[in-house]
Nanobody
């Protein structure tokens, strides 16, 4: 199994920046991709950004050029970071860290507890 802990959310004014972090522990070798998703009130959870174990990245069109995902690894943990710049009110949501794993022929999704991001003046 993989354990995920999200942190870094908060209240920021439009045009401001925030950095989210997610610490992954457990069966790290099984992680294929790590991603950020978000869910605004009344909306479905949506993909924001992702990074593979090989370093390939992907972004939702709505955040391209404003958000940057990165991943650092050591023997004990993975740390997933989402740098969010030029934030807009429509970025307000609960942000969730996600790990997609492949292990012994089985796949699984793991989720962090979520961290609230509010963009408002």
């Amino acid at each position: 199994q993989v354990q995920l802990v999200d942190s870094g959310g908060g209240l920021v004014q439009p045009g401001g920046s925030l950095r989210l972090s997610c610490t992954a522990s457990g069966r790290l070798f099984s992680i294929y991709t790590m991603n950020w998703h978000r869910q605004a009130p009344g909306n479905q959870r949506e993909f924001v950004a992702g990074i593979t174990s090989g370093g390939d990245t992907k972004y939702a069109d709505s955040v391209k050029g404003r958000f940057t995902i990165s991943l650092s690894r050591d023997s004990a943990k993975n740390t997933l970071t989402l740098q969010m710049d030029n934030l807009k009110p429509e970025d307000t949501a609960v942000y969730y860290c996600n790990a997609f794993t492949q292990d012994l022929g089985a796949t699984a999704d793991y989720w962090g507890q979520g961290t609230q991001v509010t963009v408002s003046s």
